[in-house]
Every structure is written in structure tokens, then in C-alpha cells.
């Protein structure tokens, strides 16, 4: 299922919040407001929490660069609305009317800016940023279309933008952002997608209850990367070549109860792969057992929109405990990254770079130098010395001639799976 990267959170709070009868929006396309399933929520800052959300983001920080303190972000004032969307709100909760019933209240949603000023009274050089993260509890049912609903998209959604504009931070995106959202320990996560890079997702510590619910922190440390973009529709293959380029941090993570995570597999309860990389959309990760492979497979322009090769970039956290359950390998061993790459369109081979690390209690596999427009990635972990630096050839399905006749006539077709035209046979 092709999905544009998205984002995470938990459910169970709203039991306590919403009434007992099914209320339904009035919006065909929309959230269906029933028992325990409220709409999508903007996340924003717990100090500005009015609708007493029961998840809220603690803080928000930036490192500008490796080995520098972080910088503390302070919330401008500004708030940026949702949009029009009756999908997606700040919060809900049962309001008791004149005659004694309830409905659900629930107001628009807002985002929030942030600013991050230094102890010498400057701001950091990123400037404010944008956070219009939100999240959606487990059986809320979302829909696309009137006939097109989910009710499996437990996810928080973690975006982040300057506010100086698309172009911003063209030249320095080598900063990172730390933000730590509250979050109930009933939501545990099983997969991080997105487009970034140095990503992280860890559970921090664990805090005071709320509304009688334990509650418990996720740390996201992430980095924006540049992404060719161009309009795709219809599910079918990206353009040739982008049409812009952004330059944005965005991550998605998904709950257990999330569809998407069953993708991995029998291992995927024990949640926590990550994958993130500079592609406009990717297939969500799929294992393989019988390749023991996790497969992923990125989507996007084979060119920038100045012409030049598109080239990728892929990064896969694999927890400990993931990786002896896939390949019953304990991280403590010696053990080695393998990426294969292959192409359906037929594309030249070119050469990848295999990066394969042990980082704290994942093991960490940076793939750079593929082109698109639409790699297969099948990601392995074996036993064996580890190599700093891998090149790897990266393989593509063969084409093959066939001859075709038509009486005297012969044509030659070349493809992938060739087959004769109307008219012709195969000449053997």
C-alpha cells in the first residue's frame, strides 16, 4: 500500500472522555465521532493544552551542530490553522447540554510555531519553525472518500517546516531537531517512516498519570534532507523528473494497531524499525521470509528539476530485539549489513554504498548512491566480520531480444518480457 509518510499515538484514553451513545459527523467524508473513536488531533505544545488533549508535545530542541548543546524552543504566540479540514481538530470531549444530553465539542485544530533563542540573547541561524504534527487514535475511522475508510491508523504525524520559507535551509541541513512528545504506554510504536535523516524514536521516561491514564515520554531525534518532488497521481509511476524540491524534516510513526506494521511480519510486534530516506513516497516495509529480507521500495523523479541524476539515500534502525527475532542474530556478535538493489524498469546497474553500524542498541544501515526512479531494497543483516564501507553493485532485471515474423517479415523486440505484435508470431 503506497502511503506518503506519516505519524503516530494511542487510544484508549478517549473511553473515559466521549459518551456511551454513536455520534456521527456530519461530513460524509470525515471522522465517524463514536464511542472511543474521536477525530484527528493537532498536537500541540502541554503548556498551551487547553482542550486538555490527552497527548501533547513536552518540547521541542535543536542541536545546529554535532557535539553543540541543544537549543531549548519557546513558542512564538503564533498559531497557524489546520485549514478547512472537518477531519481534524484540537480536541474532543462530552459537553452537557440544557436538557441533560451530551454531544461532542470539538473546535478546529491549530499548529504551532516555535522559536529557539540562544543564551547570548541571539536565535539559532535555522530560525522558527512549524510543527504541524498530529495524531489518531486507534479505531477512529478515517475516510478518504465516502467508500475509502480506516479504522487501523493509530499514528502520529511529526512534520516540521521553517517559517522563512520552502527554500530555507537549501544550504544547512546538517542541524537536528530533538522534540519529546507525552504520550500514553498503552501506544507503543512499531514502525517510523518519513523523510529525514539521523532519525531516532525512543521511549523516555515515564511520567505522572493524566487523567488517571500512565503516561510515558517518545523522544524523536530527526534531521531535514532534500527531496525531489513532482506530481504523481493515480498511483502510477513518478515523473521523470522533479518538478521542485523540499527541503523539509518529516516522520511518521505508527502504532502496533496500525495495518501498516503487519508488514513485517510475525517480528513486527516487537515494533521499532525505522526507515527514512530522501524519496517522495515508499512502498511501507514488507519481510520476507524467504529471503529474510526486509524489503523496501522508494518512489520518486529519477531527475532534479535542474536536470541532474537523482541520487538516493535510505537509513534502516533495526532494534536488537528485531534483529533476533528476524535472523536470530544477537547484536553483540560480529554481523555485516547485505542491501541488494534491483530495478523493474530495466535500468542500468550503478553502484550503491553499504554502511552497516552498531548504535547503542540498534544496528544502523545507511544506503547512498542509487539512482531512482523506483529501487526495490531488500535489507539483511548476517554473521560476519563487519566492513566500514561497502560497494555494492546494484542489479537489474535483464532485458531479452526475441524474433518476430510476419510472412518474410522479421522485427526484433527487446523488453523486459517481451511478446510478439499483433499479427506476428514467434520465430524460433
Known amino acids: 500500500m503506497l502511503k506518503i509518510w506519516r505519524v503516530l499515538i494511542s487510544t484508549i484514553f478517549l473511553l473515559a472522555l466521549l459518551p456511551t451513545s454513536a455520534i456521527y459527523a456530519a461530513s460524509e467524508q470525515g471522522p465517524k465521532l463514536v464511542s472511543g473513536a474521536p477525530v484527528r488531533h493537532t498536537l500541540v505544545s502541554c503548556a498551551t493544552n487547553t482542550a486538555e488533549a490527552l497527548t501533547c508535545i513536552e518540547s521541542v530542541a535543536v542541536i545546529e551542530k554535532p557535539g553543540d548543546k541543544p537549543i531549548m524552543g519557546k513558542l512564538t504566540g503564533r498559531k497557524i490553522p489546520s485549514g478547512n479540514d472537518s477531519r481534524i481538530g484540537d480536541s ?111 521511549y523516555g521516561k515515564d511520567l505522572p498519570d493524566f487523567t488517571g491514564v500512565a503516561m510515558r515520554q517518545i523522544v524523536a531525534t530527526f534531521s531535514p534532507i532534500a527531496t525531489a518532488r513532482g506530481v504523481q497521481s493515480g498511483g502510477g509511476a513518478p515523473p521523470e523528473r522533479a518538478t521542485f524540491t523540499t527541503y523539509n524534516a518529516n516522520l511518521w510513526i505508527y502504532g502496533l494497531n496500525n495495518d501498516i506494521t503487519k508488514f513485517l511480519g510475525p517480528c513486527a510486534k516487537l515494533g521499532g524499525v525505522q526507515v527514512v530516506s530522501n524519496a517522495m513516497h515508499s512502498v511501507d516495509p514488507v519481510w520476507d521470509p524467504a529471503t529474510e529480507t526486509i524489503k523496501v521500495r522508494l518512489e520518486t523523479p529519477h531527475l532534479k528539476p535542474d536536470g541532474e541524476l537523482n541520487l538516493g539515500y535510505l537509513e534502516v534502525r533495526i532494534p536488537r530485539k528485531s534483529a533476533i527475532c528476524m535472523w536470530g542474530l544477537d547484536l553483540d556478535g560480529s554481523i555485516k549489513a547485505s542491501v541488494s538493489i534491483t530495478y523493474d524498469d530495466g535500468s542500468a546497474p550503478s553502484v550503491a554504498t553499504v554502511i552497516g553500524k552498531r548504535v547503542e542498541n540498534d544496528y544502523l544501515i545507511i544506503t547512498s548512491g542509487f539512482h531512482f526512479s523506483s529501487p526495490n531494497l531488500a535489507i539483511k543483516i548476517t554473521q560476519g566480520a563487519p566492513a566500514p564501507e561497502t560497494k555494492v553493485e546494484v542489479v537489474a532485471k535483464k532485458k531479452m531480444t526475441i524474433s518476430c515474423a510476419k510472412g518474410k517479415t522479421v522485427k526484433k523486440v527487446t523488453g523486459l518480457s517481451p511478446v510478439c505484435p499483433k499479427g506476428y508470431f514467434l520465430k524460433n
Open 92 to 202: 474532543e470531549r462530552p459537553v452537557l447540554l440544557a436538557n441533560g444530553a451530551t454531544e461532542i465539542s470539538v473546535t478546529p485544530g491549530n499548529y504551532e510555531e516555535w522559536t529557539f533563542p540562544k543564551a547570548d540573547g541571539t536565535s539559532s541561524k535555522i530560525g522558527d519553525v512549524i510543527i504541524a504534527s498530529e495524531f489518531q487514535p486507534y479505531k477512529a475511522t478515517w475516510c478518504w472518500t465516502a467508500d475509502q475508510c480506516s479504522s487501523n491508523r493509530e499514528e502520529y504525524t511529526l512534520p516540521i517546516q521553517s517559517s522563512q520559507g520552502p527554500d530555507a535551509w537549501k544550504d544547512n541541513n546538517d542541524f537536528v531537531f530533538v522534540v519529546t512528545i507525552r504520550a500514553p504506554q498503552t501506544f507503543e510504536f512499531g514502525e517510523v517512516s518519513g523523510s529525514a535523516k539521523n532519525a531516532s524514536v525512543v
